[in-house]
């Protein structure tokens, strides 16, 4: 799985609409002023800043489009809520490679390089926002662009939600006819795995939307419901070598690449599996569906799969065996009884009806 630039996406939702610092910024251009910020006072900050005065004072929308009036940079704290210094010359060293043009940019650029520290540069000309953080640059979008294309991107995952939730309900409907390949179980894990990495797309522009983004987080929040834990029981279900640790197999998955993803056998081979095996049958341990069953906690659950070895054998067994397990009961074993009675009832005709 892609890693997410989690320090670049923080400094995104400091200047997310809605914050004191996008609105300050937002009221730079309106003026039709340029302005220089630095996020964050460090030894190396000090370094490349000349001159200015210290003011230390919370940040507001107005304060900081009135300090940029000045030629000069603000410096603010590391979470932009206070105006540390004001009217700074920053002095960067001239041999950092910078491809910008204008002064204030290749400024702006040269000290980003060089202190690490997220640094923003706001066009004069051209009415610009670009962030700048180590070797990165961004240019910040418009709200009605960033929302085009977070619902875009939230319409693909509602897509791949809708398979995940067929192929998962396929996958049940095998565990219950033990009928189950390896093939089932890839794709449910194909499918899972995509959902989830659409879903950190749609994450990070609901970070950069700030409180425009509050709509499209409720639909992710609803449409990436249980899929990690699905993902989770999946596994548990069918890795190869059960003695193997749930997190190493969830790793593995994590460190596939999207390209990877397409191929079938890199996901049976992070389950343990050898290439060429898609079509050979595989028996679930039963976690996956005995989570289904209400108020059965997961203890109870692992030995339950510790008992009878796997799905099968759990759902042929009397109720005089479920009870020997512990934690069970008679009153329990009654209920897992039922429940996959009626889960396998529901699996069957949701596939065939």
Known sequence: ???????????????????????????????????????????EVDRVVSGGFVIDTNSTAQR?????????????DDEGERVLRANVHLVPDPSIPTSETGTRHRSAERVARQTGQPVISVSESMSMVTLYLGERKRILE?????????NQALATLERYRARL?????????????????????????QRAEMVRRIAVEVEDYVAELGTEGRLIELQ?????????????????????????????????????????????????????????????????????????????????????????????RVMEASIEDL????????????????????LAESSILERYV
């Open 64 to 76: 900081i489009s009135e300090l940029a009036k000045m030629d000069g940079a603000l410096i603010l």
């Open 220 to 312: 992710l929040d609803e449409l990436v419901s249980a899929v990690d834990e699905e993902r989770s029981l999946v596994v548990q279900d069918y890795v190869a070598d059960r003695r193997r640790k749930l997190s190493s197999t969830l790793g593995d998955l994590d460190e596939l690449t999207t390209d990877d993803l397409l191929d079938l056998e890199r996901i049976a081979a992070a389950l343990g599996y050898e290439e060429d095996t898609l079509d050979r049958s595989v028996t679930p341990r039963g976690f996956r569906l005995l989570s289904k069953i209400p108020r059965l906690p997961d203890s109870v659950i692992a030995k339950l799969v510790q008992r009878f070895k796997d799905l099968q």
């Open 323 to 342: 009870d020997e397990v512990e934690g069970v009961g008679e009153t329990r074993a009654r209920g897992i009884q039922d429940g996959l009675r009626r």
């Open 165 to 189: 939730d067929e192929v998962s309900a396929t996958l049940s409907a095998r565990e219950v006819e033990d009928s189950v390949s390896l093939r089932d179980v890839v794709v449910a894990l």
């Open 1 to 43: 799985m892609p890693k997410r630039d989690e320090e670049l996406m923080a400094v995104l939702a400091m200047l997310a609409p809605g914050t004191i610092l996008r609105e300050g910024v937002e009221r730079v251009i309106r003026a039709g002023r340029g302005a220089l910020l630095v996020i964050g006072w460090t030894s």
């Open 142 to 150: 418009e709200v009605s662009s960033l929302l085009f294309r977070a």
